[in-house]
């Protein structure tokens, strides 16, 4: 059997990333929301002023999971807290390691930083996801709501008078 492994993902992995990206919409039923290209990846991850990070998890040199992260700052620990935008293993491989091997990465990246916090968000209905989660002892932070601005609604709020 490959073992699996963890690399940095580089701007030539754009259309790999968009790839994920898409598997990762279609499983959570929202193809449709998808806007991004692999140009676009490819400015916003990769470009040189960019605050997020990717990594890609390989078996015998083959992408089948990614990781899209980046940092935050918690004002209570005065601290900077890694954030997991995307965690995503292609179904056929799943059950092999993959997604604890990113999870463990990107935990092993926030200590080197000094990150107070390592967090993230599953949708609520993503029960296996969930019971991975909480086997390795991420706990669930049930007491807080999320809230969320975008499209039409982020314009006209930011034009208010």
């Known amino acids: 059997m490959n073992q699996l492994s963890i690399r940095s993902a580089v701007a030539a992995d754009s259309k790999q990333v968009l790839h994920f990206i898409k598997e990762l919409a279609a499983y959570e039923k929202a193809e449709h929301e998808v806007h991004a290209t692999e140009l676009t990846i490819e400015e916003t991850i990769f470009s040189k002023d960019s605050h997020v990070n990717a ?14 992260y980046f940092y935050n700052y918690s004002t209570w620990l005065a601290k900077p807290g890694l954030y997991l935008e995307d965690l995503y293993v292609s179904p056929e491989h799943r059950g092999k390691g993959a997604g604890k091997l990113l999870l463990k990465k990107m935990a092993q990246i926030a200590l080197e930083k000094g990150c107070g916090r390592f967090e ?4 609520d209905w993503n029960t296996p996801s969930r019971d991975f989660y909480q086997s390795i002892g991420a706990k669930s932070q049930d007491e807080w709501v999320g809230y969320r601005m975008s499209g039409q609604t982020l314009i006209d709020f930011a034009e208010q008078n």
């Open 55 to 68: 990594l890609i998890c390989e078996q015998g040199g083959k992408p089948v999971g990614i990781a899209i």
């Open 120 to 123: 993230w968000s599953c949708l």
